[in-house]
């Protein structure tokens, strides 16, 4: 890992459920990876107004002003996110649909984590969405895992050594990535 400044890291939670297994994911990588980075969490994905392309610069809501910012103001974005109904959830579709006419992903490092029962589908989808943007992803960024929730402890823990060690390879190629910069 790099022994350069800490990374300031957003993280883009795609589940509006409390205590998700995604939610737990990103603050498995939080904890682990404190000493290599700074992420936070964004968790207010449901907070962003409908998005609509006739809206005016001058009328863009605070919400979606900030949300561009974070993403702007960091060195990577972690999307960690569930499939729901062999998609991304529509809330975090109506996101990244706020900085399509941007360029805050524009050769941004991202790291694409999708934690679902399957995900296939949601997986593919978030990637086209990404190289769409003009992120800055690849195959060592990007991670699918399969039965998520058998993955987590009943404590809410993640205790399954082969995600682990996929979160582990994933984090040190963000972390490459971001270097190259």
Excluded at 4 to 27: D, P, Y
Excluded at 38 to 61: A, G, H, K, R, V
């Amino acid at each position: 890992m790099s022994t350069k400044a800490r990374k300031k890291i957003l993280a883009i939670l795609g589940s509006t459920r409390k205590h998700s297994s995604n939610e737990t994911i990103l603050n498995f990588i939080a904890n682990k990876y404190k000493s290599i980075m700074e992420l936070e969490i964004y968790n207010e994905i449901d907070q962003l107004p409908f998005f609509n392309p006739d809206t005016e610069d001058n009328l863009i809501s605070n919400e979606v002003c900030n949300f561009r910012s974070l993403i702007e103001n960091s060195d990577g974005v972690i999307i960690c996110t569930p499939e729901y109904v062999f998609s991304i959830p529509g809330v975090l579709k109506n996101a990244l649909e706020w900085t399509v006419s941007t360029t805050v992903f524009s050769d941004k490092p991202v790291a694409v984590i999708v934690a679902s029962g399957l995900g296939e589908k949601a997986f593919e989808s978030l990637l086209l969405i990404m190289h769409t943007i003009q992120a800055k992803t690849d195959e060592s960024t990007s991670l699918l895992i399969n039965g998520a929730r058998s993955k987590i402890s009943n404590t809410g823990m993640l205790t399954d050594e082969l995600t682990i060690k996929e979160i582990d390879n994933l984090i040190q190629s963000f972390v490459l990535l971001i270097d190259k910069d």
